[in-house]
Structure formats: C-alpha cells, structure tokens
C-alpha cells in the first residue's frame, strides 16, 4: 500500500494551502481531488465571451489571510463596476428607480438596526462564538428584521440586500450569520458589504488556485474521488504508529499518518468514516447548513446601463447587477450577476422564466441566455457559501474545528473570522497544517 504523511481530501483553497504549508515543512503529501480542477467552490469558467466566477467572487483588504495570499502571489484586484443607478420596490410592490444616495438612505436605518448590537454579541470578529451572541444564536435574520418594524419600502429593501448576503430564504438563516460578518469588519455593515461584494481577482479565482497549487510540494491527483476513511493503529493520539487508511472509489488505497478533509459540511457524508464522525459533524451533516440559493450569469441584448437591482427575497432573483460588456456576431450584450434564496425555484436553462425573474424588478432587460453552477446539487459540494441555521454557530462550531482521531477538518464552513469566504478556507488549512505538523514533528 502506498504510505505518506498526510492525505488531503480536496483542492480548494483550504486544502492547497494545508498541502503546502505540510510539503513545505518536509512531510510527504498527496492531494486528492474528485474534480477534474483544482479551485473548489471557487471557479473561473469562459462563458458568454468572458470569464465568469461560477463560484466564490469577490476578496478586500479587510479579510487577513486573503490578503496576505495575495501579496504573496502578486495577485491584483479590480472594481466591479459602479452603479448608475438602483432598482428596488416601492411600499405597495411597484418597481422603483432612484439613485445610489436615494436608496442607501432607503435602507440605512434598517441596516444598522440589524446589526446594533454586534458589539456586545461578537466583540472580536476573531472569536464569534464569544459574548452576547449565545442569547441571540436562536433568532433568524428574519427575526430581527421583523423586530424594526421598518417601514414596507425600507422592509423589502433590507431583506433583499440581506438575501444577497446570506444566501437563503431570512427565516431560515440565523442572526449569527449577519452579525459575525460585520464583527469581522470593525461593527460597520458599509464596509461589510464592500468587503463581500466589491472586488475582484484579477485574472480570476481559477488562475489564483493554480499558483497555490504549483506550491505544492506533493501528488496533487485530479479526478480521485474518496470513498472511506479508516483510522488505524493505536489511536488517536498514539503519536507516529497511529494512522489512517484511504481508500478511493477506483479500489486503490493509501495509509497517512493524518488525513486532513477539506469537504463541506453538507457533504462530509458522502465519505465513510470509520470510527463515524464526531457527534457535531453528523447532526449538522443531517440538518444542512443554511445556503441553498443560486448564482446566475444572465446576457442581456445591448448595452444596459450600468445599475444593481433588488426585488424581494420572495422571487426567483433577489439581486441583479450589470458586471460586463461584450459584443459578438449578434451585436452588443451586457453580463449581468445575480442571486437567488433558493436554487429551486429557477432554472436557467428556461430563458423565459429568467426573463420572467428579471422583468419582476428590472423591467426593459431583453434575455437571450443564462448560466451557473447549482453547487446545491454539486454532490461534491452540496452547499453554496456556509451560512448557519439558527444556533448552529454556538452549537456546533468549536467542536467541528478539533480533529477527530488521525482525521483533521480544514473548510471555510469551520474557520472563525470569514466563515464562508475564501478568507474562512485559508485560515482552516493553516490552522491544521499547524497541528499536523507540530504532532509529527
């Protein structure tokens, strides 16, 4: 049976950077991944004449271990385009059209009344499970929204921008989500939400992820799906005699001292763990994260105006953007961005229905195609970015971050600061890479 240090399971960002800190520090590694790329939930694709973030997008200066990835590899960042002008809807339903300063002062009030109190209940973005937050893990965004009794303009306008954020319908998604994010940034929702949907990579994620990867000091395998995980030898902590056998689909299989997933928690179940799964793990595998939404790359005939849109969490599409311009043998088009609460609820193969979601708060738009990457039904990945249930954060996060035997868990779904951003994934491969390498040393 083929023998090295550490097996890690999946080449996102979580675990290329765990490769290549453990390679660097002289262990043996292999990287197993089941796609055909590396990148994870990130991934750039050419598409409609561009190259277009499928997944994970937007990075600042704000989140620590992006940043200092970035300065590593020389990597840029550019603006996504300013708006000339917002969409949202009015008290009784109607599609309204302002100016940027028009709806901001729309939804300021609203925004900071969801957020007041995130200096008591997380006051230190690094430790979110700390403070007030304890008494508030049970309630929903929604929950919180509804407490501001907002006017029904302002009501609208705040859950759509906050769907766009969250991922998922507000009743479902827990305060903690809202709250932790804007603790990483200080207590200011403004630079939240310039900090999570602002800048870009420039040359894209996939090319970002490749730098990484070419780090590696180790077999990097694309295409090796795991099918189980079986910890061996003395136990746990046992020290150099303790291990852990891989096993793949194709039937071959390889032992490692420590074995590092990197798998997001609604898929860590389509590995078979022997002995099973820490409680924490299996309880949150069966009650699934909070993300269930969609993103969708639309082209639009012509060139539209540069704008941002935001219809109600209720509809197919909460928020649409113009991003790109292009122009091919049919004439001129426009790359539009938008998000969905709920993955189900549109398919972007049916041109009419996302012409139909895009006339509900963007009238005059003329949709010849669309496209994306449902990552709910992604076997690999089965979730968007983490957003918690109510109570998960408290409940579940300090034990998903300790090692389980020989098998450690590296994901942006258990990192501390950015749960959920490409920060989070970073911050969860150098947390164990750390570990790793200290037990054998």
């Known amino acids: 049976m083929e023998s090295v240090d550490v097996v890690v399971i999946g080449a ?28 994870g939930r990130t991934w750039t694709d050419r598409r409609f004449g561009h190259d277009l973030e499928l997944g994970g997008t937007w990075v600042h200066w704000v989140q620590p271990h992006t940043w200092a990835e970035m300065t590593r590899y ?37 925004q900071q009344g969801i957020i007041d109190d995130v200096g008591t209940a997380i006051p230190r973005g690094v430790d979110p499970t700390s403070g007030g937050i304890a008494e508030l893990d049970a309630l929903t965004v929604q929950d919180r929204i509804d407490a501001l009794g907002l006017a029904p303009e302002a009501r609208a306008a705040n859950e759509s921008v906050w769907v766009g954020h969250v991922n998922a319908p507000l009743d479902q998604v ?5 709250l932790r994010w804007v603790a990483a ?20 994620m996939s090319a970002f992820t ?8 180790g077999d990097l395998r694309l295409g090796a799906t795991v099918a189980a995980v079986t910890q061996v030898g003395a136990g746990a902590e046992a020290g150099a005699e303790a291990g852990a056998e891989v096993e793949l689909v194709d039937g071959s299989r390889i032992r490692a001292r420590r074995v590092v997933s990197t798998l997001p928690a609604n898929a860590l179940s389509t590995i078979a763990f022997d002995p099973p799964l820490p409680e924490a793990s299996r309880r949150l595998g069966e009650e699934r994260v909070a993300s269930q939404g969609t993103k969708a790359w639309i082209r639009a005939r012509g060139h539209v105006r540069r704008f941002f849109a935001y219809a109600s969490q209720h509809d197919p599409l909460s928020v649409l953007k113009a991003e790109y311009y292009g122009a091919d043998e049919d004439g001129e088009f426009t790359l539009l961005v938008a998000f969905g609460p709920d993955h189900t609820r549109l398919d972007l193969d049916d041109v009419a229905a996302v012409q139909a979601a895009v ?44 090692p389980h035997g020989t098998v450690h868990f590296a994901t942006t779904d258990n990192a501390d600061l950015w749960g959920g951003f490409v920060d989070g994934a970073i911050e969860s491969g150098l947390r164990e890479a750390r570990r790793i390498a200290a037990a054998l040393a």
């Open 12 to 39: 996102g960002f979580a675990g290329l950077i765990a490769a290549r800190e453990l390679s660097a520090a002289g262990l043996s590694v292999v990287v197993l991944e089941a796609r055909d790329r590396v990148g």
């Open 74 to 110: 020389g990597r840029d960042i550019e603006r996504s385009p300013s708006a000339e002008e917002a969409y949202w809807r009015d008290a009784d339903g109607t599609p309204r059209t302002g100016t940027i300063a028009e709806f901001m002062a729309v939804i300021a009030d609203g």
């Open 174 to 178: 827990g305060l903690s989500s809202a």
């Open 185 to 204: 940034t200080g207590g200011h929702w403004q630079l939240m939400h310039e900090a999570s949907a602002t800048y870009r990579v420039v040359g894209g």
């Open 210 to 217: 490749a730098e990484i990867a070419r780090d590696v000091q």
């Open 359 to 402: 006339d509900a708060f963007r009238p005059g738009i003329e949709v010849t195609a669309a496209t994306g990457h449902d990552w709910m039904a992604d076997p690999l990945s089965q979730n968007t970015w983490m957003t918690h249930r109510p109570g998960q954060l408290t409940r579940y996060l300090a034990d998903l971050q300790r």
